[in-house]
């Protein structure tokens, strides 16, 4: 018997179980430094919801005989109506578009914002955003907070002796953890957790990551480290080239994508949302992801749903936490759904925003974003004063895109080859302009609209010469805006594709699955659960890469256990089937199947 042999006889399996938590794009995200044991519960229940209200046009009518007309002026799902002396609403007196009804009057277009950028930007301590046509600040030191950017726009975030300026203070490592600076706060990412050691890539410009070394298992009719393409299989829409014939997608269209716009109203069961406005934001929409190409979407709108909660009206991070856990939202429907939340206003870190989203399991251009458990579904949410743009730019990360300008500071690199004492020889499984902004190769560099501007014909004007494509949607420069390049498109099939195959899952029962099988849907991993419901279920991938170091299953990708062993930690281990990549099997005492032992990172 080898030295795997011994190792094993006195083997520790960790199945920590327990309930989904949620989390946001959006919101902080943070990397515990110190991690502390969890607790096993049984799957949460799901957070109890106003019920909803069917949608209900007003028609347009005479006043009432013998009532006077035009008594008084009423808001009404969005927009200035008449109200006669008898209490009867019957004739719009003036249509809102995009701004609030406050009191029966339309708010007035503001004089505009002068040079605050699209996303508004921190002046000292005084977060500054540009809301309805009129600056708006907030005053971050009022609530002991600091001002800090963020690709989304100025944040009021809690004071931190972290503190740090990301123009000056690139990422570094210090030993196997990465030290980089993201919106404001220096972070410390173990790599070890990701299976992963800290440290330069081998070409390229980018500064110190967590680079993952792929161990030179070999593979049958595979010679590639990095891994081969799967078997040819019939095409589907997926944006992927299933058939291995060199074309994405050429089978045909995909199956509409069905929208469910929530509107949310008052105690009288008014919002700010009518008819006419839904009408033509989903034209918008449709404008946006069709293409004279075979990537195109078809968006159409299933249902519209009135939910009376007035504390949603404005929202927050709470609010939004809420929702998403909400089956009324969640749960509308047993077929794949995009939930569309419409309400006033949404505050996120005190700041206005137009809107929010979302992203698949934390993942946007292809890497993880958000570290905590994420839901199956998600949702969208907008604010009445948004540009025409906005819902189709949420909706871009809802189906797994970035921002242009997004910062990949604390994403993980695959290498081939290489040590842990020396990267001689290796190189990086993906592209350089994989690594930088949005992860997308065939969007240029973006600064962002803190380096750039546009002139009156949309063209970009960058303090260092960038020339970003300013009509991306998911750029930050919202007049010029006006649909996808075709890598995004494919990336949106793609999301599309995982998130139909997770839809099932959302059931009281989930999918039912067995440990080490394989049955669950791609980037979903079958785990044990306690509590009503079967006993083994399919959830979405934790962040821990395989070989990573985990404290619990549930943070484990890829199928894998997190698996202990006596004299190292606690590892994110596969369980090893026939073509799974990189995989030596050994068969371990304690352990009911085989699993690829190098994920232990134990040497023979």
């Known amino acids: 018997m080898g030295l795997v042999g011994w190792l094993w006889r006195p083997v520790l399996v960790l199945l920590i179980t327990g309930g989904l938590g949620w989390w946001m794009l959006s919101l902080p995200s943070r990397e515990p430094t110190t991690p502390e044991p969890q607790p096993e519960p049984a799957l949460a229940a799901p957070v109890a919801a106003p019920e909803p209200r069917a949608w209900r046009p007003r028609p347009v009518v005479e006043p009432a005989p013998g009532c006077a007309p035009q008594a008084e002026r009423r808001c009404v799902d969005g927009d200035a109506w008449w109200v006669d002396g008898c209490g009867v609403t019957y004739a719009m007196a003036q249509e809102c578009g995009a701004a609030l009804c406050q009191a029966g009057a339309c708010e007035p277009a503001g004089p505009g914002c002068g040079d605050i950028p699209p996303t508004g930007r921190c002046e000292g301590e005084r977060a500054v955003v540009c809301t309805g046509g009129r600056p708006f600040a907030v005053d971050c030191a009022a609530s002991d907070k600091r001002c800090v950017s963020t690709d989304e726009g100025p944040a009021c975030r809690p004071a931190s002796a972290d503190a740090c300026d990301p123009a000056h203070e690139p990422p570094r490592c210090e030993g196997l953890t990465l030290v980089s600076c993201v919106e404001g706060e220096r972070r410390r990412l173990d790599c070890d957790t990701r299976g992963a050691i800290c440290g330069r890539p081998p070409s390229g410009t980018t500064p110190a990551a967590c680079l993952q070394l792929h161990l030179p298992v070999p593979q049958p009719d595979c010679e590639d480290p990095c891994g081969c393409p799967a078997e040819a299989t019939d095409e589907l829409c997926n944006g992927l080239d299933d058939d291995h014939d060199g074309f994405i997608d050429e089978s045909g269209t995909c199956p509409p994508v069905d929208l469910v716009f929530f509107v949310i109203v008052d105690e009288r069961g008014e919002g700010s949302h009518s008819p006419e406005d839904l009408e033509r934001e989903l034209a918008r929409l449709q404008r946006a992801f069709a293409r004279d190409d075979e990537f195109g979407l078809e968006l159409r709108l299933a249902d519209v749903v009135r939910v009376a909660e007035p504390s949603w009206l404005v929202m927050d991070g709470d609010d939004i936490d809420a929702m998403v856990r909400s089956p009324t939202i969640s749960r509308h429907r047993?077929?794949?759904?995009?939930?569309?939340?419409?309400?006033?206003?949404?505050?996120?870190?005190?700041?206005?925003?137009?809107?929010?989203?979302?992203?698949?399991?934390?993942?946007?251009?292809?890497?993880?974003?958000?570290?905590?458990?994420?839901?199956?579904?998600?949702?969208?949410?907008?604010?009445?004063?948004?540009?025409?743009?906005?819902?189709?730019?949420?909706?871009?990360?809802?189906?797994?895109?970035?921002?242009?300008?997004?910062?990949?500071?604390?994403?993980?690199?695959?290498?081939?080859?290489?040590?842990?004492?020396?990267?001689?020889?290796?190189?990086?499984?993906?592209?350089?302009?994989?690594?930088?902004?949005?992860?997308?190769?065939?969007?240029?560099?973006?600064?962002?609209?803190?380096?750039?501007?546009?002139?009156?014909?949309?063209?970009?004007?960058?303090?260092?010469?960038?020339?970003?494509?300013?009509?991306?949607?998911?750029?930050?420069?919202?007049?010029?805006?006006?649909?996808?390049?075709?890598?995004?498109a494919q990336l949106m099939r793609r999301t599309l594709a995982l998130r139909r195959a997770w839809q099932p899952c959302l059931a009281r029962d989930g999918c039912p699955c067995e440990v080490g099988d394989g049955s669950c849907p791609e980037q979903m991993s079958c785990r044990r659960f306690t509590g009503d419901g079967p006993p083994e279920r399919c959830v979405l991938d934790g962040p821990v890469t395989p070989g990573g170091v985990c404290r619990g299953s549930l943070e484990c990708s890829a199928d894998a256990q997190c698996i202990g062993q006596p004299d190292g930690p606690t590892r994110c281990v596969r369980p090893c089937r026939a073509g799974t990549p990189a995989c030596r099997c050994e068969l371990v005492e304690g352990v009911s199947h085989p699993i690829c032992i190098n994920d232990l990172r134990v040497e023979d």
């Open 334 to 488: 047993a077929e794949f759904y995009v939930p569309v939340v419409l309400t006033d206003r949404i505050l996120l870190d005190e700041v206005p925003r137009p809107g929010v989203s979302t992203v698949p399991n934390g993942v946007c251009g292809g890497q993880r974003r958000v570290f905590g458990p994420q839901p199956l579904l998600g949702l969208v949410a907008v604010a009445k004063d948004r540009w025409p743009t906005t819902l189709a730019h949420e909706l871009g990360h809802f189906f797994g895109l970035c921002h242009t300008h997004g910062d990949h500071a604390e994403q993980v690199i695959p290498l081939d080859g290489g040590t842990s004492e020396s990267l001689e020889g290796a190189r990086a499984c993906v592209e350089p302009c994989a690594r930088e902004g949005d992860g997308i190769c065939d969007t240029p560099i973006d600064p962002g609209p803190e380096s750039c501007t546009v002139d009156p014909e949309c063209a970009p004007l960058c303090v260092d010469g960038s020339l970003p494509e300013t009509s991306a949607v998911m750029s930050y420069y919202p007049d010029c805006r006006t649909g996808f390049t075709v890598q995004q």
